[in-house]
Nanobody
């Protein structure tokens, strides 16, 4: 069964950095474009960043220049380096395939940015 396990979140002050990781138990990273999504309290889940199988990256305007998505196919792991964090980045972060989230959502990892 395919599982997605996100980790690396936590509390951080504004301006700080975190590196999120997403591990999969399947070859999902070798067969799909992947993305990070996030859901803030009271808001819908939104796309944060995506990466294609050949390495093309795209970012939401709100995180462009601050976040970097990358992947390690040898480890089946997706990463999200988040720098210059802002309070509005506070959310639960998830990974999944892109553009369609075809795998059951994991638990996500909570990122809380304080001002």
């Amino acid at each position: 069964q395919v599982k997605l396990e996100e980790s690396g979140g936590g509390p951080v002050q504004a301006g700080g950095s975190l590196r999120l990781a997403c591990d999969s138990s399947d070859y999902i990273f070798r067969r799909n474009d992947m993305a990070w999504y996030r859901q803030a309290p009271g808001k819908e889940r939104e796309l944060v960043a995506s990466i294609t199988a050949d390495g093309a990256r795209n970012y939401a305007d709100s995180v462009k220049g601050r976040f970097t998505i990358s992947g390690d196919n040898s480890k089946n792991t997706l990463y999200l380096q988040m720098n210059s964090l802002k309070p509005e980045d506070t959310a639960v972060y998830y990974c999944n395939s892109f553009p369609r989230a075809s795998t059951p959502w994991g638990q996500g990892t909570q990122v809380t940015v304080s001002s």
